[in-house]
């Protein structure tokens, strides 16, 4: 397909605005935008209208079925395809597709995961159209985006909650608007553009990993003697092949209005990134979602495989995926950029100030929506920002707030007294400062760029969290300015509190120094919660469960379910790994040793017999250092599956995240030393598997 042929078939798989008012007669589109728009409720005509809109646009490119399309507690999508045919009268069928089939579907919720929400027999479950996401077709399949929830109306998925979310939000903002005499504004909605980082590898090397193929990283392999130290990956010439993927995948992602942006190398050998252009929250999260499928699925029709998973390799630049979040209003006005007049610079500041206390008041519901397993791996390492949450504001900005905090002239380019509503906010360029990529939540100019979430994280739980927290911070200011006699007074009062409570979240500098661990813990307080089940567990403390229940994003009982369901994805995640370290040491590992000794001890006996009494200090040396190496391998490989199977024996699924904490994981750390140790002394034609060397430059 022609590269110059974008504008042309750009989103010509989407059910888009584009096509809606061409389709649609004008009353019918109009309700629908105004359901899209303002959320009002959707009439069973409206509904069938659009149903056969859809139905013959969608058969016209190909399309034989349609699927409720969701995203269950699993982390991956959902579907179940139905195909439009109805028996006619006469023995042949006709195309149909209803209203009613468009608005709600009712798949077998049984096997998803539902955290004690449901009873396992209880196999009712709904999903129902999100109208504010486009449908799409995918492999002859119109792709309808859903809510999915259970028979008695509890959220079985992520997009409800970010749905109600992104509600919560617009609800408050608007109500600071208004206090600042705005009275056009419509919504208020969040904007996300997700950079999504990745590995691409060589299928044949794949095929010959068994940790990739069964978790998604490789459990056992050493560095090789280059890696990312010469930097010479990032940012560098694209490898023919590589390109050529990039170029397949930004085809499939464009035809599906997916707005790819940017593509780059990355820093470790074989990463790279894609980012895209911002667009609406929830859309993004759809968007990202099929990025990643479509990813892997392109990466496969060019022998390659594309390795989502935040550490896939020990000791080499880890995979994320920086949220790039803003708030804007219908009429395009975006709510973190500074303003022309003293009230615009206040409405700014309010709002900034609104972040700022959300993030530091819910730096722990922050942690834990991006709590994993695999993101375990990559917090707090050296090309990651630390599991501590804190905030990057850039030298300028943090000097206005210090100056407000103060009451004291702002030293920079205008020297003067700000009073809010008064004086004018000195002029903030939007990049007067350098970024920070140790920062785990920085202000890039106009947005923040929440850099803590993996690669293989889905962005709904981020962005959940955030909308809900930055939410209460608006609720707060509106409960107490809506009542006030003297609204600049109050609202320079209440800018100025916030910052002084709550300037112990931010923080400009190196967040990959040890100091600041230290400092950040010690002196500020600030939370260290290193794995997913140190953090998981307070997602049901007091506040949280009153904040989140408050705004209506969740239920107790929802909130108490997703605990159980993410703890227990960590639990499995961790047993399968800790099982297949099991598997191959003793089913590769330790045979391919005990085959290189003996062709050591052979070789020595050879030498031997040909020159008398002349054997190799050399071998026998590594003789002996392997057999060591080999018992140590073994014993460590009982250890590992002794603590394994006494993982149920824990009271309950935190008890158990525990025990694999802290019994397990050090187990597979003991193994995997071992075993990399003997790695570089076994000749590469006895090692079982590719080295990292092989795997990493494997792509010519």
């Known amino acids: 397909m022609e590269m110059t042929a974008v504008p042309k078939y750009f989103g010509e798989l989407v059910f888009d605005d584009r096509v809606m008012k061409s389709m649609l007669s004008d009353k019918t589109y109009a309700s629908l935008k105004k359901t899209i728009d303002e959320g009002a409720n959707l009439e069973l005509s409206v509904a069938d209208s659009v149903a056969e809109a859809m139905k013959s646009w969608a058969i016209e490119k190909g399309a034989t079925h349609y699927t409720h399309w969701f995203q269950p507690l699993t982390g991956i999508t959902a579907e179940k395809h139905e195909s439009f045919i109805e028996p006619s009268p006469d023995g042949g069928v006709i195309m149909k597709f209803s209203g009613k089939a468009l608005i709600q579907g009712e798949p077998d919720a049984s096997s998803f995961p539902s955290g004690g929400l449901r009873a396992t027999f209880e196999a009712r479950g709904y999903t129902t159209w999100d109208p504010t996401s486009y449908a799409f077709i995918k492999n002859k399949t119109l792709c309808i985006p859903t809510a999915f929830c259970s028979y008695s109306g509890d959220a079985l998925d992520k997009k409800t909650p970010l749905l109600r979310s992104m509600e919560a939000l617009n609800k408050q903002a608007l109500r600071i608007l208004k206090l600042f005499g705005n009275s056009t504004t419509k919504y208020v909605h969040t904007s996300v553009g997700a950079?999504?980082?990745?590995?691409?590898?060589?299928?044949?090397?794949?095929?010959?990993?068994?940790?990739?193929?069964?978790?998604?990283?490789?459990?056992?392999?050493?560095?090789?003697?280059?890696?990312?130290?010469?930097?010479?990956?990032?940012?560098?010439?694209?490898?023919?092949?590589?390109?050529?993927?990039?170029?397949?995948?930004?085809?499939?992602?464009?035809?599906?209005?997916?707005?790819?942006?940017?593509?780059?190398?990355?820093?470790?050998?074989?990463?790279?990134?894609?980012?895209?252009?911002?667009?609406?929250?929830?859309?993004?999260?759809?968007?990202?979602?099929?990025?990643?499928?479509?990813?892997?699925?392109?990466?496969?029709?060019?022998?390659?495989?594309?390795?989502?998973?935040?550490?896939?390799?020990?000791?080499?630049?880890?995979?994320?995926?920086?949220?790039?979040?803003?708030?804007?209003?219908?009429?395009?006005?975006?709510?973190?950029?500074?303003?022309?007049?003293?009230?615009?610079?206040?409405?700014?500041?309010?709002?900034?100030?609104?972040?700022?206390?959300?993030?530091?008041?819910?730096?722990?519901?922050?942690?834990?929506?991006?709590?994993?397993?695999?993101?375990?791996?990559?917090?707090?390492?050296?090309?990651?920002?630390?599991?501590?949450?804190?905030?990057?504001?850039?030298?300028?900005?943090?000097?206005?707030?210090?100056?407000?905090?103060?009451?004291?002239?702002?030293?920079?380019?205008?020297?003067?007294?700000i009073k809010l509503g008064v004086d004018v906010l000195p002029k903030f360029a939007r990049d007067t400062t350098d970024r920070n990529r140790t920062s785990p939540f920085a202000f890039t100019g106009n947005k923040f760029e929440f850099r803590s979430l993996g690669s293989s994280n889905s962005i709904a739980c981020a962005n959940i969290m955030l909308n809900s927290a930055v939410a209460e911070s608006l609720k707060i200011y509106a409960d107490r300015l809506e009542g006030s006699s003297n609204f600049e007074e109050d609202l320079h009062s209440m800018i100025r509190n916030t910052i002084k409570d709550h300037k112990r979240i931010l923080f400009n500098g190196n967040g990959y120094d040890a100091s600041w661990v230290k400092e950040a813990t010690e002196v500020r307080g600030l939370l260290n919660y290193t794995t997913t089940p140190d953090c998981m567990p307070h997602s049901l403390d007091e506040k949280n469960v009153k904040m989140l229940t408050g705004h209506k994003v969740f239920t107790i009982n929802e909130l108490k379910s997703r605990c159980d369901i993410m703890l227990d994805n960590y639990c499995k995640q961790v047993r399968i790994e800790a099982n297949t370290m099991i598997e191959m040491t003793l089913r590769m590992i330790i045979p391919s040793i005990e085959c290189y000794i003996d062709k050591l001890a052979t070789t020595s006996?050879?030498?031997?017999?040909?020159?008398?009494?002349?054997?190799?200090?050399?071998?026998?040396?590594?003789?002996?250092?392997?057999?060591?190496?080999?018992?140590?391998?073994?014993?460590?490989?009982?250890?590992?599956?002794?603590?394994?199977?006494?993982?149920?024996?824990?009271?309950?699924?935190?008890?158990?995240?525990?025990?694999?904490?802290?019994?397990?994981?050090?187990?597979?750390?003991?193994?995997?030393?071992?075993?990399?140790?003997?790695?570089?002394?076994?000749?590469?034609?006895?090692?079982?598997?590719?080295?990292?060397?092989?795997?990493?430059?494997?792509?010519?």
């Open 195 to 417: 950079e999504q980082e990745y590995f691409l590898i060589t299928k044949e090397m794949y095929d010959k990993r068994p940790d990739l193929k069964y978790t998604g990283r490789t459990l056992f392999g050493t560095k090789p003697p280059k890696g990312q130290e010469m930097d010479d990956h990032y940012f560098g010439v694209i490898k023919p092949k590589v390109q050529a993927f990039m170029d397949d995948l930004n085809v499939e992602l464009w035809r599906l209005g997916i707005l790819a942006k940017t593509e780059h190398n990355e820093v470790a050998p074989s990463q790279h990134e894609l980012a895209p252009i911002f667009t609406t929250t929830n859309l993004a999260t759809d968007q990202n979602q099929l990025t990643m499928e479509i990813m892997q699925k392109v990466a496969a029709k060019h022998g390659l495989v594309c390795l989502l998973h935040e550490k896939p390799f020990a000791g080499v630049n880890g995979s994320g995926k920086h949220n790039n979040w803003s708030m804007t209003t219908d009429d395009g006005i975006n709510l973190l950029s500074p303003g022309a007049t003293p009230y615009e610079d206040a409405q700014f500041l309010l709002f900034l100030c609104a972040v700022i206390k959300a993030v530091d008041d819910y730096q722990d519901l922050l942690r834990i929506s991006v709590a994993t397993a695999s993101n375990d791996h990559r917090l707090g390492a050296n090309e990651a920002p630390p599991a501590i949450i804190s905030m990057f504001l850039g030298d300028e900005l943090t000097a206005i707030l210090d100056a407000i905090e103060s009451d004291t002239p702002y030293t920079g380019t205008e020297k003067k007294l």
């Open 605 to 700: 006996e050879k030498r031997s017999a040909v020159v008398k009494d002349m054997k190799s200090k050399y071998e026998e040396s590594l003789i002996k250092k392997l057999s060591a190496l080999l018992d140590n391998i073994y014993s460590s490989e009982e250890e590992l599956a002794e603590v394994v199977s006494k993982i149920d024996d824990a009271s309950n699924i935190t008890e158990q995240s525990y025990a694999i904490r802290d019994n397990v994981i050090p187990k597979m750390n003991v193994l995997r030393d071992f075993v990399d140790e003997a790695e570089t002394y076994v000749s590469k034609d006895c090692w079982p598997m590719p080295s990292y060397g092989d795997i990493l430059f494997s792509i010519k």
